[in-house]
Antibody, heavy 117, light 106 residues
Framework: QVQLVESGGGVVQPGGSLRLSCAAS????????MHWVRQAPGKGLEWVSS????????YYPESVQGRFTISRDNSKNTLYLQMNSLRPEDTAMYYC??????????WGQGTLVTVSS | SYILTQPPSVSVSPGQAASITCSGD??????ACWYQQKPGQSPVLVIY???KRPSGIPERFSGSNSGNTATLTISGTQAMDEADYYC?????????FGGGTKLTVL
C-alpha cells in the first residue's frame, strides 16, 4: 500500500521560511505527478502546488506563487515544498498527495505549519 | 479563476440516499472527483473521473457530472458516512476544490 510521510512542519515567525518533505514508498515515485494541499484550521482544502513526474513542470495558485517552490528528488523518492516569506494565513496542515488518473488517490497524514510571532 | 460551489451542509436519515452537489461553469466538460474527510483524518478519494470508485470504496457511493453540476450520491447512507465531502476539478493545470459539504446522518 502506498505510503506518504510528511515532515518538516513547525512554528515559524511571519516572514520566515520552512521546508517540508514528503517521503514516498511502496510505489514507483518517479512515474507520478505529486501535489501539496493544505487545510487551515476548521477550513476547507486548498491546493498549494503540483509537480509533474519528471519535475519539469510545476504549478502554483496565485496565493503562493513566488513564495513557495515545489521540487522532487526521484532518486530519494522524496517531494519537497520550500516555503518562504511565510504569512499567518499560511498556517495549516499540509498534505502531500499522489495523482493518478485525474484524482488525488493517496494522501499522507499531514504536517502542521504554524506561522505566528 | 475557476470556482466550485457546494452547499455547506446536507442532512440525511440513516438508510436514505444523500446527494451532494458541486456547481461550476461547464463543469461537465471537466473530470470531477470527490473526497471524504472525517475529523482528524486525511482526505480519502471516493469518486474520480466523474463516476469511478477507487478499490475499497463501497458501491453505495456513486457520482455523475453533466452541464454545470457534479453530484455525489450515497445510497443507503450509514452513520459511518458522516463526514465532510469536497469536490475537485482541474482548471487547465491547476487544481480547484469546492468549499466542502458537511454531511450529517441523523
Amino acid at each position: 500500500q502506498v505510503q506518504l510521510v510528511e515532515s518538516g512542519g513547525g512554528v515559524v515567525q511571519p516572514g520566515g521560511s520552512l521546508r517540508l518533505s514528503c517521503a514516498a514508498s511502496r510505489f514507483t515515485f518517479s512515474n507520478y505527478a505529486m501535489h501539496w494541499v493544505r487545510q487551515a484550521p476548521g477550513k476547507g482544502l486548498e491546493w498549494v502546488s503540483s509537480i509533474r513526474y519528471d519535475g519539469n513542470n510545476k504549478y502554483y495558485p496565485e496565493s503562493v506563487q513566488g513564495r513557495f517552490t515545489i521540487s522532487r528528488d526521484n532518486s530519494k523518492n522524496t517531494l519537497y515544498l520550500q516555503m518562504n516569506s511565510l504569512r499567518p494565513e499560511d498556517t495549516a496542515m499540509y498534505y502531500c498527495a499522489k495523482e493518478t488518473g485525474f484524482g488525488l488517490f493517496d494522501w499522507g497524514q499531514g504536517t502542521l505549519v504554524t506561522v505566528s510571532s | 479563476s475557476y470556482i466550485l460551489t457546494q452547499p455547506p451542509s446536507v442532512s440525511v436519515s440513516p438508510g436514505q440516499a444523500a446527494s451532494i452537489t458541486c456547481s461550476g461553469d461547464k463543469l461537465g466538460d471537466r473530470y470531477a472527483c470527490w473526497y471524504q474527510q472525517k475529523p482528524g483524518q486525511s482526505p480519502v478519494l471516493v469518486i474520480y473521473q466523474d463516476t469511478k470508485r477507487p478499490s475499497g470504496i463501497p458501491e453505495r457511493f456513486s457520482g455523475s457530472n453533466s452541464g454545470n453540476t457534479a453530484t455525489l450520491t450515497i445510497s443507503g447512507t450509514q452513520a459511518m458516512d458522516e463526514a465532510d465531502y469536497y469536490c475537485q476539478a482541474w482548471d487547465s493545470t491547476t487544481v480547484v476544490f469546492g468549499g466542502g459539504t458537511k454531511l450529517t446522518v441523523l
